[in-house]
Nanobody, 126 residues
Framework: QVQLVESGGGSVQAGGSLRLSCART????????MAWFRQAPGKEREGVANIDTKGTATYKDPVKGRFTISQDNAKNTLYLQMNSLKPDDTGIYYCAASKPYYLCTYDIAESNFDSWGQGTQVTVSS
C-alpha cells in the first residue's frame, strides 16, 4: 500500500519561498507519476505539477517559472520548491502517486492518481 506524508507548509509573506516535501513508501512498480495538487478555500482541487520516473516535469501555467518539482529516489521523497509566492497560492497542498504504469501528461487530473497524502497548509499573505 502506498503511503504519502507531506511536510513543509507554513505561512509566508508574498514574494517568499517554501519547500514542501512528501515522503513516500510502498511504491513497487518502476513506472509511475508523482504530482502536487492544491485546493484553495472554496475551490476545487487542481493539479500544480507532475514528474515522471525519468525526472521529466510538467507545470500548470499559474506556477510556471516559480515552482520546481523534483524527487530524490534514494530518499523516496518528492519536493515542491515554491518561490515568488503570491496570495493566490494559498491552499492545502497534496502530493499524489498515480495508478501503476501511468505516464505523466500535461493534464494533471485527479482521476489518474489513486494515492494521496493528508495535505499541508500553505498560507501567503499580502
Amino acid at each position: 500500500q502506498v503511503q504519502l506524508v507531506e511536510s513543509g507548509g507554513g505561512s509566508v509573506q508574498a514574494g517568499g519561498s517554501l519547500r514542501l516535501s512528501c515522503a513516500r513508501t510502498g511504491i513497487t512498480v518502476s513506472t509511475y507519476c508523482m504530482a502536487w495538487f492544491r485546493q484553495a478555500p472554496g475551490k476545487e482541487r487542481e493539479g500544480v505539477a507532475n514528474i515522471d520516473t525519468k525526472g521529466t516535469a510538467t507545470y500548470k501555467d499559474p506556477v510556471k517559472g516559480r515552482f520546481t518539482i523534483s524527487q530524490d529516489n534514494a530518499k523516496n521523497t518528492l519536493y515542491l520548491q515554491m518561490n515568488s509566492l503570491k496570495p493566490d497560492d494559498t491552499g492545502i497542498y497534496y502530493c499524489a502517486a498515480s495508478k501503476p504504469y501511468y505516464l505523466c501528461t500535461y493534464d494533471i487530473a485527479e482521476s489518474n492518481f489513486d494515492s494521496w497524502g493528508q495535505g499541508t497548509q500553505v498560507t501567503v499573505s499580502s
